[in-house]
Each structure stands twice: as structure tokens, then as C-alpha cells.
């Protein structure tokens, strides 16, 4: 079983920039594809990005795309979400995923993830 832990999260201005981390521990890091969904109040928890076990695919949310960059340290067990370009839309509870591939991530939204992370804030003021 996988442990994931999210830090980075906080208060931004819009157009400002954080990068989140999340923490793996407890199983085969490399076994899995990351990736990062975040819910907003009232929302769904919608699909942000996701990389592949080896880091040599990824997939964006069109929302985010051209602002976030998401990268893996296999040697450190770590995945990380650069945020650029904040906008308050951003704001919301980001979540650490673990699930066994990129594009069923990607493609199969929430319900295709096997572990979850508890989630940090992001808050993105006008």
C-alpha cells in the first residue's frame, strides 16, 4: 500500500507561483503513475496532470496547460506540480494520486486512482 503526502500548498497572489510535492512511502514507487486532481468548494474533483511511471509521458488538464508542470524523482520517491500564472480559479484542494497508468489516470478521471493523498490548499487571491 501506497502512503502519499502533499505539502506546498498556501496563499498566492494571482499571477504568482508554488510548487506542490507529494511524498510517497510504504510501496513500489516506480510501479505506479502520479498524478494531481484538485476540488474546488461545491466542485467535483476534476483531473490537473499525471505522469508516467518512468516520467517520459505526461498529460494536462486543458485548464492548466502551458502553467503547470508536473516531474518525478524516482530516486527520492517525489513528485512535484509547478504551478505558474495562478489564477483564482486555481484555488482549490490539491490531492497526490497513485493509480497504474497515465492515460487511464488521464482518461478515467477519479475513480481510475488506487491511492490518495489527504490534500493541501491552494489559494489564489485577485
Known amino acids: 500500500q501506497v502512503q502519499l503526502v502533499e505539502s506546498g500548498g498556501g496563499l498566492v497572489q494571482a499571477g504568482g507561483s508554488l510548487r506542490l510535492s507529494c511524498a510517497a512511502s510504504?510501496?513500489?514507487?516506480?510501479?505506479?503513475?502520479i498524478g494531481w486532481f484538485r476540488q474546488a468548494p461545491g466542485k467535483e474533483r476534476e483531473f490537473v496532470a499525471v505522469i508516467s511511471r518512468s516520467g517520459s509521458i505526461t498529460y494536462y488538464a486543458n485548464s492548466v496547460k502551458g502553467r503547470f508542470t508536473i516531474s518525478r524523482d524516482n530516486a527520492k520517491n517525489m513528485v512535484y506540480l509547478q504551478m505558474n500564472s495562478l489564477k483564482p480559479e486555481d484555488t482549490a484542494v490539491y490531492y497526490c494520486a497513485a493509480g497504474k497508468g497515465a492515460t487511464s489516470i488521464q482518461a478515467g478521471g477519479p475513480t481510475s486512482v488506487d491511492y490518495w493523498g489527504k490534500g493541501t490548499l491552494v489559494t489564489v487571491s485577485s
Open positions: 510504504g510501496g513500489t514507487f516506480i510501479s505506479y503513475a
